[in-house]
């Protein structure tokens, strides 16, 4: 892997050095979502698809993979939260960083705690940076003074103040899909759908994801296929916009991320779209929502049942109609990927790859 090109310097403006800074993070953030993905898919493989639940109770090769898998995957929200801060304000701000993304788990904000937890750890370290102090303490500064005092000033902001509004995002939208149940199958699973893939693992799913599985707990296990269906729609409808897009719409290093999201979206690992909404929200956005609302809403139509709330193609047996969700799954995909090839502008006469992508998933 390429050594991390802090962005803190030339004349770059505000939002291009933001951008910059949120490109590297994720671009170092996404080994970390691959690998623990895999990890937990070959667990459940071995052990069954709800070996999670039964953690204590076992002791096999299928445990312990899976609780390396687990373990690799609490560092997902740390590890861009530290390396955003990084690309802003060099090592100071790994510490703080890992320590917001910590919070973020521990709030339940996801990949958009971590990412606004890096990015206040980064700026917060640079002010701090600016403050003339006497040369006896200078050398303790960047490895005591600013990761103590950045940590704790962030750390209340994100506990007492940035987690309450995001909270109260996250009942709302929960206390809207209960009002959707008893509305049209179609319907509720289109929404289901669409918010799964609205941010790929941030609070929007989370919260679709969580209100499935309790429904799931609870014994009703159509709408958990429409939830894992439509999840694994969008990175293999990007990888299928890739290649219908060719040379003239994505850059060298888009199409070579995209090899790693049918991977992805086999294992039903959405992070890896993350990339590419950042740079073309809208665009992606629409495209990836259509494409798992129509996925979600035939899956609740079809009355297709899956008992396994994760596990990708490893539980497709599982479900009450493998053939009926691998076709979903496809159409879905098909839909995101020709609507993003065709909505996606070409890219500028002469482009040239920025190192973030070239490197963005070099292991």
């Keep these: 892997m390429a050594d991390i090109k802090r962005k803190n310097k030339g004349n770059k403006n505000q939002l291009i050095f933001l951008k910059d800074s949120i490109m590297t993070g994720i671009s170092y953030m996404i080994p970390v979502i691959v690998g623990a993905g895999v990890l937990q898919a070959i667990a459940k493989m071995l ?39 990084y690309a802003m ?29 890096g990015i206040l750890v980064g700026y917060l370290v640079l002010g701090v940076k600016r403050i003339k102090v006497p040369k006896a303490i200078s050398g303790v500064m960047p490895i ?5 005092l950045v940590t704790l000033v962030a750390g209340l902001i994100m506990y007492y ?15 809207m899909l209960t009002s959707l149940n008893g509305s049209s199958k179609f319907l ?23 209100f499935v599985n309790g429904l799931n707990a609870s014994g009703l296990l159509v709408p958990t296929s ?11 409808g990007i990888a299928f916009a890739t290649f219908l897009g060719g040379k003239k719409k994505f850059s060298d290093g888009e199409r070579e991320q995209a090899k790693s ?23 992606v956005c629409f495209s990836c929502m259509t494409g798992g609302a129509i996925a979600g809403g035939l899956s609740m139509v079809s009355a297709l049942q899956s008992p396994a709330i994760h596990g990708g193609i490893f539980v497709i047996a599982m ?45």
């Design 47 to 85: 052990g069954g698809y709800d070996i999670g639940n039964h953690m204590k109770q076992i002791d096999t090769l299928a445990k312990v993979i899976m609780l390396i898998g687990q373990s690799m995957m609490t560092f997902v929200v740390p590890s861009i939260a530290a390396f955003i801060a």
């Design 161 to 175: 103040i940035l987690g309450v509004p995001i909270s109260a995002f996250m009942k709302a939208l929960t206390s």
């Design 89 to 117: 304000a060099d090592k100071p701000g790994i510490a703080p960083g890992l320590a917001m993304g910590a919070i973020a788990n521990t709030l339940n904000t996801g990949f958009v705690g971590g990412l606004v937890g």
């Design 261 to 283: 999201l049918v991977i992805l979206s086999s294992v039903y690992v959405q992070e890896g779209v993350i990339p590419f909404l950042l740079k073309d929200p809208i665009r």
């Design 188 to 210: 509720f699973g289109a929404v289901i759908g669409a918010m799964i893939c609205a941010d790929h693992g941030g609070p929007i799913n989370k919260t679709a994801a969580l």
């Design 319 to 363: 479900t009450s109609n493998p053939l009926l969700f691998v076709g979903y799954w496809l159409l879905g995909a098909c839909i995101t990927g020709v609507l993003y090839a065709i909505l996606r502008k070409p890219l500028p006469e002469g482009y040239v790859d920025d190192e973030n992508e070239a490197s963005g998933l070099t292991f």
């Design 144 to 148: 005591l003074v600013i990761p103590t």
């Design 226 to 236: 429409a939830k894992m269906c439509a999840g694994m729609t969008a990175p293999l």
